[in-house]
T-cell receptor, first 113, second 116 residues
Framework: DQQVKQNSPSLSVQEGRISILNCDYT??????FLWYKKYPAEGPTFLIS?????DKNEDGRFTVFLNKSAKHLSLHIVPSQPGDSAVYFC????????????FGTGTLLAVQP | NAGVMQNPRHLVRRRGQEARLRCSPV?????VYWYRQLPEEGLKFMVY????????ESGMPKERFSAEFPKEGPSILRIQQVVRGDSAAYFC??????????????FGEGSWLTVV
C-alpha cells in the first residue's frame, strides 16, 4: 500500500531551467509534507516542508506547492543547477504519528550543464 | 548530516549470521528512528525509540529484528539470522523532541548491509 507516490523515477533538465518534481498521496490524514534530497551513499537531507494549512512555501530557489483537493504536491527548483542533481524524496506525516515519515520512492534529477 | 553517526557504514554478513547496526544521535537528541531502504524503493519506517523505551515499532518485521536505545550508549538495530532479503541501507535519524518541527529530524549517512 504505497501511500506516497512519485511516479517519475527520473527527470533530466538543462541548467538554468525549472525542475518540477511531483508527488501524490492517498491518505487524507497527512498534514505535513517534506522534501528530502539524497546523494548516493549518503543520508537524506531535509530541503523544504509545508503544512497542510498552506498551499505554498518558498525558500530561495525551492518552492513547494500543495493541492489538497488533488492530494498532490510538487517541488519547483528554479534556476536548476548541476549541484541539484540527486534523488529527491517526498515524505508525509500525520498528526499524532510521532514524527513517523512515509516516503515516496524518489525521483532522480539530473541537471545537465 | 548534522551529527547522527552510524556504524558500520558497510557490513557483509553470511546468511544465518547476526547483524548489529549502531546509531549515535545528535548530541542532546533523545529520540531515535530507524528506516530501511530496499533497492529501488523509498525509505520505510521501522521503529521509533526514546531512551530505554520503544515508542512505535509498527514498521519492524515481527521476527528476527529488534531495536534498543539504552540509557547510555548508542541505539542498536539487531537483525538475527540474516537472509538475503535483509540486504538494504539502514538509516538512523534523531530529533530533539516530538514537539519539535518534523523538519528537525536529522538522518545519518546510513549503514549498508549485504547478505551473501
Amino acid at each position: 500500500d504505497q501511500q506516497v507516490k512519485q511516479n517519475s523515477p527520473s527527470l533530466s533538465v538543462q541548467e538554468g531551467r525549472i525542475s518540477i518534481l511531483n508527488c501524490d498521496y492517498t491518505n487524507s490524514m497527512f498534514d505535513y509534507f517534506l522534501w528530502y534530497k539524497k546523494y548516493p551513499a549518503e543520508g537524506p537531507t531535509f530541503l523544504i516542508s509545508i503544512s497542510s494549512i498552506k498551499d505554498k512555501n518558498e525558500d530561495g530557489r525551492f518552492t513547494v506547492f500543495l493541492n489538497k483537493s488533488a492530494k498532490h504536491l510538487s517541488l519547483h527548483i528554479v534556476p536548476s543547477q548541476p549541484g541539484d542533481s540527486a534523488v529527491y524524496f517526498c515524505a508525509a506525516s500525520k498528526r499524532g504519528a510521532t514524527n513517523k515519515l512515509i516516503f515516496g520512492t524518489g525521483t532522480l534529477l539530473a541537471v545537465q550543464p | 548530516n548534522a551529527g547522527v553517526m552510524q556504524n558500520p557504514r558497510h557490513l557483509v554478513r553470511r546468511r544465518g549470521q547476526e547483524a548489529r547496526l549502531r546509531c549515535s544521535p545528535v548530541k542532546g537528541h533523545s529520540h531515535v528512528y530507524w528506516y530501511r531502504q530496499l533497492p529501488e524503493e523509498g525509505l520505510k519506517f521501522m521503529v521509533y525509540l526514546q531512551k530505554e523505551n520503544i515508542i512505535d515499532e509498527s514498521g519492524m518485521p515481527k521476527e528476527r529484528f529488534s531495536a534498543e536505545f539504552p540509557k547510555e550508549g548508542p541505539s542498536i538495530l539487531r537483525i538475527q539470522q540474516v537472509v538475503r532479503g535483509d540486504s538494504a541501507a539502514y538509516f538512523c535519524a534523531s530529533s530533539p523532541t516530538t514537539d519539535s518541527l518534523i523538519s528537525t529530524i536529522y538522518f545519518g549517512e546510513g549503514s549498508w548491509l549485504t547478505v551473501v
